[in-house]
């Protein structure tokens, strides 16, 4: 369920947003289902069309979402929120190794230390 | 002198317009719809939230009352046309073109236009409000037996037409019922194709609500509407099947016609009219809002 609280802090938008994530991580939305078209989302919200077209958007551009042509808007198959957290991540790790001009196999050999040393973080 | 039969269907005629002046004279008053919303209340295991949700839900029930007993009047008037005008009225069949009609057009047409023009709820622009995250379907809202019936009467009676074709070339039926038949496939087909156009426009319809509640008593009326559409497109698509069956009954079966044979074609509306009451007024579980659904289904949805 999304809920937009016009007296909250929050823009609009970021209410939307995040109800959608959470939406996926509970399970409410599965992969492969259809939202609400952009107008009657707006409409059902009380929010302008252009809050929902834009909340659509970064979540197609994060690929939580896909927009199929006329068919709709569907929860894209891997829409899993922390996988895809785990991809953004990787995408910067990745860019910040060419940054530096590091090799990528002595990139990857320092992941994978690093992953199997236990709780590295606290360490 | 009026023979018995005809004395009936005028007497019946009567009686429905009666009854129709009756409701929208009664529906004038303030609390007219109270009783009907509470009956509906403890059918659908929906609480009011508020006075003002009542008050909505009053003036919806009130709505759908006024536009079906117009519809009735509307259709008493036709009906009492063709009544005057031709020998219809001393048939048998007349009060049951009279009831298919009711049940086509005033029931699914007066459902889908208080539908499509009018909203239960109007949240004021600082209230919370709530939405569904995903689309719903049809599926979601009509069981599986009157979501599918329309279409598997209609391929039913598609292939009844082919039968009764190659009947024909066998042992030649009468112009008459055959060209009745296959209109009534031609009606069913219109029928069923106008009712998912419907469909579709009540589904494109906004919800405001501003709690579940609100969602929950809206998808009610929506559902209520959505299984009339199907009933509508199923008695549709019954007709041409009753009228196949009594063909290929009265050609290979029987011997001369029979009261089987003449009324056989109507009997699948009154069976039908049960199937699909069977669902009104009920929401499906996953539709509720959390706090009401039953324990039993929280239980089964809760993971072991």
């Known amino acids: 369920m999304i809920v937009i609280d016009p007296s909250s802090p929050v823009p609009p938008f970021e209410q939307l947003r995040s109800g959608l ?66 991809q953004r991540a990787a995408a910067a790790f990745a860019a910040q190794v060419r940054d530096l001009r590091l090799d990528a196999d002595e990139a990857l050999a320092i992941v994978t230390a690093a992953l199997r040393t236990p709780d590295s973080s606290t360490a | 002198m009026l023979d018995w039969i005809t004395t009936f269907n005028g007497g019946v005629l009567c009686g429905i317009a009666v009854v129709a002046a009756i409701a929208l004279a009664a529906s004038q008053r303030k609390d007219f719809g109270e009783t009907a919303s509470y009956r509906a209340s403890v059918r659908a295991r929906l609480p009011f939230g508020s006075e003002a949700m009542a008050v909505s839900i009053r003036r919806r029930t009130r709505t759908l009352l006024r536009a079906n007993m117009w519809g009735l009047l509307a259709t008493v008037a036709v009906a009492t046309a063709v009544f ?9 069949q007349f009060l049951w073109l009279v009831t298919l009609s009711i049940f086509l057009v005033v029931l699914t047409a007066g459902s ?40 598997l009467l209609l391929i039913a009676a ?17 112009f008459v019922p055959l060209t009745l038949t296959y209109a ?28 579940t509640l609100e969602l929950a008593w809206d998808d009610l009326f929506r559902a209520d509407t959505l299984s009339v559409l199907r009933m509508g497109a199923a008695t549709a698509a019954w007709l ?18 029979t009261d089987f044979a003449a009324l056989f074609h109507w009997w699948g509306i009154p069976a039908l009219q049960v199937l699909y009451s069977l669902g009104q ?16 289904q929280v239980a089964e949805e809760q993971p072991a």
């Open chain 1, 21 to 86: 994530v959470d939406a996926v991580a509970s399970g409410e939305l599965s992969a492969g289902e259809r939202l609400p078209t952009v107008r009657r989302l707006a409409e059902d919200l009380g929010v302008a069309p252009g809050t929902v077209a834009r909340a659509y958007r970064e979540l197609e551009a994060s690929g939580m979402i896909e927009t199929r042509g006329r068919n709709g808007t569907f929860v894209a198959f891997d829409a899993d929120p922390a996988r895809q957290q785990l």
């Open chain 2, 281 to 296: 007024g009920r929401l499906p579980d996953p539709l509720y809002p959390d706090f009401l659904r039953p324990m039993a």
């Open chain 2, 158 to 174: 598609a292939a009844s037409c082919v039968a009764i074709a190659v009947s024909d070339a066998m042992r030649p039926v009468n």
């Open chain 2, 240 to 257: 041409p099947l009753g009228l196949a069956v009594t063909i290929l009954a009265d050609a290979w079966l029987l011997q001369g016609p």
């Open chain 2, 184 to 211: 009534a496939l031609a009606f069913a087909v219109v029928a069923t194709i106008g009712g998912r156009y419907a469909e579709r426009l009540v589904l494109a319809q906004p919800q405001p609500a501003s709690d």
């Open chain 2, 112 to 151: 889908v236009a208080v539908g499509l023009r009018e909203r239960l709820f109007h949240p004021a622009p600082t209230a919370m409000r709530v939405a569904r995250a995903r689309a719903l379907g049809v599926a979601d809202y009509v069981g599986r037996a009157r979501r599918l019936a329309p279409l």
């Open chain 2, 84 to 92: 005057v005008s031709t020998p219809l009225s001393s048939s048998p």
